[in-house]
């Protein structure tokens, strides 16, 4: 009896150790970028906190406060998006720091980059059709509610002089616009390796139907927004 739960108990852990050593592959394959991926960066194959969070509480209590009859009508995050301008420092001919911000954005977002082009040339700023100009990020599913576990929890109360975010960042079609002025706010970059601050847009996609459904959306996930802001119709 004890040998067959001791084999039990030793497949077990061979299952969990190749969990392990499938996502450190995959996590390095998705990197692409040269970096080591530690431990902790590795995606775990359970569901994001705040994926289980927004079912259990937020969805009820939306449903309650605009009367939705069905569960499918309730908003929801659909994406993240984390974009970077480095159309200056192209155009100055440093690609050093596309490179350098590049790296830094795949450790933020855990996952890489994808790298923009201009599509037409402008004369003025010097831009040619088809240079880099920028990095973009889109994070779905569990990473986009990690990621958003993450900024909350960590990055923002990092923010300096930090007031709250303001309730007026959002469109017509329920989607909230705000930005970092520089990437050392996120604990996974290593200051000590930051050559140039560098900020970033973060666009947050929503089904809400107007900006008061996905303020409320956004709420329930613990977005502090300022309570002495007025907001805008």
Same mark, same amino acid.
């Given at each position: 009896?004890?040998?067959?739960?001791?084999?039990?108990?030793?497949?077990?852990?061979?299952?969990?150790?190749? @969990?392990?050593?499938?996502?450190?592959?995959?996590?390095?394959?998705?990197?692409?970028?040269? /970096?080591?991926?530690?431990?902790?960066?590795?995606?775990?194959?359970?569901?994001?906190?705040?994926?289980?969070? /927004?079912?259990?509480?937020?969805?009820?209590?939306?449903?309650?406060?605009?009367?939705?009859?069905?569960?499918?009508?309730?908003?929801?995050? #659909?994406?993240?998006?984390?974009?970077?301008?480095?159309? @200056?420092?192209?155009?100055?001919?440093?690609?050093?720091?596309?490179?350098?911000?590049?790296?830094?954005?795949?450790?933020?977002?855990?996952?890489?980059?994808?790298?923009?082009?201009?599509?037409?040339?402008?004369?003025?700023?010097?831009?040619?059709?088809?240079?880099? #100009?920028?990095?973009?990020? #889109?994070?779905?599913?569990?990473?986009?509610?990690?990621?958003?576990?993450?900024?909350?929890?960590?990055?923002?109360?990092?923010?300096?002089?930090?007031?709250?975010?303001?309730?007026?960042?959002?469109?017509?079609?329920?989607?909230?616009?705000?930005?970092?002025?520089?990437?050392?706010?996120?604990?996974?970059?290593?200051?000590?390796?930051?050559?140039?601050?560098?900020?970033?847009?973060?666009?947050?996609?929503?089904?809400?139907?107007?900006?008061?459904?996905?303020?409320?959306?956004?709420?329930?996930?613990?977005?502090?927004? @300022?309570?002495?802001?007025?907001? @805008?119709?």
């Amino acid at each position: 009896m004890a040998e067959a739960k001791d084999k039990d108990k030793a497949a077990a852990q061979a299952r969990e150790k190749g @969990k392990a050593t499938q996502a450190k592959a995959k996590a390095s394959k998705a990197s692409g970028l040269g /970096y080591k991926v530690s431990e902790a960066d590795i995606r775990t194959v359970s569901e994001a906190r705040l994926a289980t969070v /927004y079912k259990a509480k937020i969805v009820p209590e939306l449903q309650q406060q605009f009367g939705y009859k069905n569960l499918l009508a309730t908003p929801r995050l #659909t994406k993240i998006v984390i974009s970077m301008g480095l159309g @200056k420092a192209m155009v100055a001919g440093e690609k050093a720091k596309m490179d350098s911000a590049e790296r830094e954005l795949a450790v933020i977002a855990a996952q890489r980059p994808v790298r923009c082009k201009a599509k037409k040339s402008v004369a003025n700023f010097k831009v040619r059709e088809g240079m880099e #100009t920028g990095l973009k990020v #889109t994070l779905r599913g569990t990473r986009m509610y990690e990621f958003l576990d993450r900024m909350i929890s960590l990055a923002i109360p990092r923010v300096k002089d930090f007031r709250g975010m303001s309730n007026n960042g959002f469109d017509r079609q329920g989607n909230y616009n705000f930005g970092f002025t520089e990437q050392s706010v996120f604990p996974e970059v290593n200051a000590a390796d930051i050559n140039t601050q560098q900020g970033m847009n973060i666009t947050m996609v929503t089904t809400g139907r107007n900006a008061n459904e996905a303020r409320e959306l956004l709420k329930g996930f613990g977005f502090p927004f @300022k309570t002495d802001e007025k907001i @805008k119709e």
